[in-house]
């Protein structure tokens, strides 16, 4: 079954560490986004990619890094420079950019600062 | 600032009767709008959208209404199921469908039905 995959669903991170949030699909989208969802905010966009080897940053990518070097993975890396990185973290693809229709959602990982 | 306004954080309705739930936007350009549906614990899976040509869309039970003119639209949900219960986000884009054009989500309304 295609689909999109974010491991794992939940991490834990201590203050001043980076941890990286995985992103797999293997549904040949050529496009693909990190979204930061916070309770009574929606969803606010990180960083998306369009196409291999490029990326462009979203509403609030400061803090926070990725990579697109296969077409089927897009890892976010959150950094010890995001001050409040508590929070669920969604991972998206579509088959172009900006289909809006297209977009397809993986579980999410819930990232807690301890 | 919001350009995508879910203003009821939450709605309870009886099993069987309308859910309407609300969105307002403030950017005239867009032109395309979606609502998505997301359980706990999930990514939200895409449930109805709208172009700005038309002003109503309906599939099921599920209709969407769109106002341009007061920058609103509405999803209404008739006869409600317990199932239905979840997050529903409203998103807007410009120039739907093109390259580049990001989807802007509202903040979600918790949609409660009770049997």
């Known amino acids: 079954d295609g689909g999109i995959t974010q491991s794992p669903k939940y991490l834990f991170r201590k203050e001043g560490q980076n941890v990286t949030l995985s992103c797999e699909q293997n549904?040949?989208?050529?496009?693909m986004y990190w979204y930061r969802q916070d309770p009574g905010q929606g969803l606010r966009l990180i960083y998306y990619?369009?196409?291999?080897?490029?990326?462009q940053k979203g509403d609030i990518a400061e803090g926070y890094s990725v990579s697109r070097e296969k077409k089927e993975s897009f890892p976010l890396t959150v950094t010890s420079a995001q001050k409040n990185p508590t929070a669920f973290y969604l991972c998206a693809s579509s088959v172009t950019p900006g289909w809006a229709s297209g977009y397809t959602f993986g579980s999410g990982t819930r990232l807690t600062v301890v | 600032d919001q350009q995508v306004k879910q203003n009821s954080p939450s709605l309870s309705v009886q099993e069987g009767r309308i859910s309407i739930l609300n969105c307002d936007y403030t950017?005239?350009?867009?032109?395309?709008f979606l609502w998505y549906k997301k359980y706990p614990a999930e990514g939200p899976t895409f449930l109805i959208s709208i172009s700005s040509i038309k002003d109503k869309n309906e599939d099921g039970r599920f209709t969407v209404f769109l106002n341009k003119s007061a920058k609103h639209l509405s999803l209404h949900i008739v006869p409600s199921q317990p199932g239905d219960s979840a997050v529903y986000f409203c998103a807007a884009s410009e120039e739907g469908g093109n390259a580049g054009n990001m989807l802007t989500f509202g903040g979600g309304t918790r949609l409660m039905v009770k049997p």
């Open positions: 990619s369009q196409i291999v080897n490029d990326f």
């Open positions: 950017n005239s350009m867009f032109d395309y």
């Open positions: 549904l040949n989208h050529d496009a």
